[in-house]
């Protein structure tokens, strides 16, 4: 009786293109839309090199450091000034006869500022050794060690994850009862010999695996077609996919249980699920986040679960080094499923 109950919620599911959407689409979207902005790709820098026979070094060093380009097109200061208040430049080095060097940059690109200025004054420094006639006392050798590549989508592919299991655990169970609601589906299982608790585990079965094709279906996304990287067991990431989703879909029934529509459902749900997506490192290290806000938002139940997954893709750990983010899913689960067993009733369909 299980099996077959879980057979047909899961062609409900399939049926249902609102819930297709959360379940699916939706992750996808943003699989892809991380995948094609590649946010830690900084890239060159544009460079005008101004000034008379003594910038004919700086052009140079410009012309041979790797992240800079020498851009030759401005032969004054006004027009490369004007060029890098329109966004064509986004460095201006004027070199004067005097020996004196001036570096005009855009105070907006911060981030880009910290990177390339640093070079910049690396150039001028060894013009200055040259200048003196003074031989380098220290020279600097350069190995390296093969070491863990970690890019951001990298980062960002375990919190989509996460972020695709909660916000359908939330947002498309609650639309799914609360539509069921409206069409009497509820009520009609009171009726029938059939027992309630069974009913309810049918449908949490079935969403439970849709979670694991869920997750299954972004990591693939992100890794064969955006060259993500997955390092750790599957299984691990598997089991907290698991132990999160019961934390959401218990979430899930609390909010259907406080509303009579799937678009009712819909507003309730995307106004839990969108705080905790962007307060549990999803997109970014909460450790950026002001004041005591870092250690507020690790009491939400999408930060254990993004946490751990991320530590397993990246870092290969097993899940006996995530004890801790075991302890609070399950204990989410347990007070989640205890207040949404208070909450919900067939009798209110």
């Given at each position: 009786?299980?099996?077959?109950?879980?057979?047909?919620?899961v062609?409900?599911?399939?049926r249902?293109?609102?819930?297709?959407?959360?379940?699916?689409?939706?992750?996808?979207l943003?699989?892809?839309?991380?995948?094609?902005?590649?946010?830690?790709?900084?890239?060159?820098?544009?460079?005008?090199?101004?000034?008379?026979?003594?910038?004919?070094?700086?052009?140079?060093?410009?012309?041979?450091?790797?992240?800079?380009?020498?851009?030759?097109?401005?032969?004054?200061?006004?027009?490369?000034?004007?060029?890098l208040?329109?966004?064509?430049?986004?460095?201006?080095?004027?070199?004067?006869?005097?020996?004196?060097?001036?570096?005009?940059?855009d105070?907006?690109?911060?981030?880009?500022?910290?990177v390339?200025?640093?070079?910049?004054?690396?150039?001028?420094?060894?013009?200055?050794?040259?200048?003196?006639?003074v031989?380098?006392?220290?020279?600097?050798?350069?190995?390296?060690?093969?070491?863990?590549?970690?890019?951001?989508?990298?980062?960002?592919?375990?919190g989509?994850?996460?972020?695709?299991v909660?916000?359908y655990?939330?947002?498309?169970?609650?639309?799914?009862?609360a539509?069921?609601?409206?069409?009497r589906?509820?009520?009609r299982?009171?009726?029938?010999?059939?027992?309630?608790?069974?009913?309810?585990?049918?449908?949490?079965?079935?969403?439970?695996?849709?979670?694991?094709?869920?997750?299954?279906?972004?990591?693939?996304?992100?890794?064969?077609?955006?060259?993500?990287?997955?390092?750790?067991?599957?299984?691990?990431?598997?089991?907290?996919?698991?132990?999160?989703?019961?934390?959401?879909?218990?979430?899930?029934?609390?909010?259907?249980?406080?509303?009579q529509?799937?678009?009712?459902?819909?507003?309730?749900?995307?106004?839990?699920?969108?705080?905790?997506m962007?307060?549990?490192?999803?997109?970014?290290?909460?450790a950026?986040?002001?004041?005591?806000?870092?250690t507020?938002?690790s009491?939400?139940?999408?930060?254990?679960?993004?946490?751990?997954?991320?530590?397993?893709s990246?870092?290969?750990?097993?899940?006996?080094?995530?004890?801790?983010?075991l302890?609070?899913?399950?204990?989410?689960a347990?007070v989640?499923?205890?207040?949404?067993?208070?909450?919900?009733?067939?009798?209110?369909?």
């Amino acid at each position: 009786m299980l099996g077959k109950l879980i057979v047909a919620d899961v062609k409900m599911i399939v049926r249902n293109r609102q819930a297709l959407f959360w379940a699916l689409a939706f992750p996808i979207l943003f699989a892809t839309i991380f995948g094609l902005f590649r946010f830690d790709d900084i890239g060159e820098a544009d460079v005008a090199v101004i000034g008379g026979a003594s910038a004919t070094p700086f052009r140079a060093a410009v012309q041979e450091a790797e992240p800079l380009a020498l851009d030759d097109a401005f032969a004054t200061e006004v027009t490369a000034r004007e060029a890098l208040e329109d966004g064509e430049l986004d460095f201006v080095m004027l070199v004067g006869d005097d020996g004196g060097v001036r570096v005009l940059f855009d105070e907006g690109e911060a981030d880009r500022n910290s990177v390339f200025l640093p070079v910049l004054r690396q150039i001028v420094d060894q013009a200055n050794l040259r200048a003196s006639g003074v031989p380098p006392r220290y020279q600097m050798s350069v190995e390296g060690i093969a070491g863990t590549a970690v890019q951001y989508y990298d980062f960002v592919l375990p919190g989509l994850i996460g972020m695709a299991v909660m916000t359908y655990g939330i947002i498309g169970l609650g639309g799914t009862i609360a539509q069921w609601r409206g069409q009497r589906i509820l009520r009609r299982i009171l009726a029938t010999p059939l027992s309630p608790r069974t009913f309810l585990a049918a449908v949490v079965v079935a969403h439970l695996l849709l979670a694991l094709v869920q997750s299954s279906l972004v990591m693939a996304w992100g890794v064969f077609l955006f060259d993500g990287s997955i390092r750790g067991n599957l299984l691990w990431i598997y089991a907290f996919v698991l132990l999160g989703n019961l934390t959401f879909l218990n979430i899930g029934f609390m909010v259907a249980s406080r509303v009579q529509t799937a678009e009712a459902a819909s507003g309730l749900g995307n106004a839990v699920a969108m705080p905790m997506m962007f307060f549990s490192g999803v997109f970014f290290p909460t450790a950026g986040l002001p004041w005591i806000l870092p250690t507020l938002t690790s009491l939400l139940p999408l930060r254990p679960m993004v946490d751990a997954i991320r530590s397993i893709s990246i870092d290969a750990t097993s899940i006996t080094a995530h004890w801790s983010e075991l302890g609070q899913l399950l204990g989410w689960a347990v007070v989640t499923f205890v207040v949404a067993a208070r909450m919900f009733r067939f009798e209110r369909a």
